[in-house]
T-cell receptor, first 111, second 114 residues
C-alpha cells in the first residue's frame, strides 16, 4: 500500500546549521507530495508541495524536490533559525481521501 | 479570517461517556475531514466529507460518527468513549478533494479517556 517513511527524530541543530529531513515513499502512480509543519499547540500548516516528478517545492527557505527515481522528497534548509523548531510531516496524496502522513520528525534549533 | 475552528481544545471523559467535537470552517471549502494524531504514527483519517450531506469512512472509523448538514460544520461524535480513543484530534478542510489541494488544519482537540 501507499506509505511514507521519515527519518526518526528528534533532530537537534545549532542556529545557522544545514537541515536535511529524509522522506521516502511507496506508491503506485503519481501522487502529490507535501511537507507540513506543526508548531507547539497548533495544527499542521502546509510548508510546501510538489505535484509531479522533478518539481521543486519551496517556501520560507525550505526546499524539497520530487524524485521519482529514488521515491524521495527530502526537506532541506540552508540555515535554520530557532523559530524553525517544530515537528515536520511528510505526506503523499492521490486525493485527500487517501492522504498518508509520515510519523513526523521533531526539530529543535538551539541558539 | 478564522480558517478552521475546533472546540473544545481539551476534554477529559470517562469510559462510556459520549461527546461531540465541533469543527467549523469559514472558507466555503467542499472537503472536510477528521484525523487523529497518535505518537509515532502520524495522522490517520477517521471520516471525511466531500460536501454537505455526503460523508464516508477513512482508515480508522470505528467508534466515531459524523454528519455534514451544512458546508461550514463537520462535528465528530464519540458514541461510547474508550481509552484507546485518547488522542489529539484534528479537523481539516480543502477546496476540493483533489490530489493537489493542500489541507487547512484546526488547532486540535486533546482528548483523554479515563
Amino acid at each position: 500500500g501507499n506509505s511514507v517513511t521519515q527519518m526518526e527524530g528528534p533532530v537537534t541543530l545549532s542556529e545557522e546549521a544545514f537541515l536535511t529531513i529524509n522522506c521516502t515513499y511507496t506508491a503506485t502512480g503519481y501522487p502529490s507530495l507535501f511537507w507540513y509543519v506543526q508548531y507547539p499547540g497548533e495544527g499542521l500548516q502546509l510548508l510546501l508541495k510538489a505535484t509531479k516528478a522533478d518539481d521543486k517545492g519551496s517556501n520560507k527557505g525550505f526546499e524539497a524536490t520530487y524524485r521519482k527515481e529514488t521515491t524521495s522528497f527530502h526537506l532541506e534548509k540552508g540555515s535554520v533559525q530557532v523559530s524553525d523548531s517544530a515537528v515536520y510531516f511528510c505526506a503523499l496524496a492521490y486525493n485527500n481521501n487517501d492522504m498518508r502522513f509520515g510519523a513526523g520528525t521533531r526539530l529543535t534549533v538551539k541558539p | 479570517n478564522a480558517g478552521v475552528t475546533q472546540t473544545p481544545k481539551f476534554q477529559v471523559l470517562k469510559t462510556g461517556q459520549s461527546m461531540t467535537l465541533q469543527c467549523a470552517q469559514d472558507m466555503n471549502h467542499e472537503y472536510m475531514s477528521w484525523y487523529r494524531q497518535d505518537p509515532g504514527m502520524g495522522l490517520r483519517l477517521i471520516h471525511y466529507s466531500v460536501g454537505a450531506g455526503i460523508t464516508d469512512q477513512g482508515e480508522v472509523p470505528n467508534g466515531y460518527n459524523v454528519s455534514r448538514s451544512t458546508t461550514e460544520d463537520f462535528p465528530l461524535r464519540l458514541l461510547s468513549a474508550a481509552p484507546s480513543q485518547t488522542s489529539v484530534y484534528f479537523c481539516a478542510s480543502s477546496e476540493t478533494s483533489g490530489r493537489t489541494q493542500p489541507q487547512h488544519f484546526g488547532d486540535g482537540t486533546r482528548l483523554s479517556i479515563l
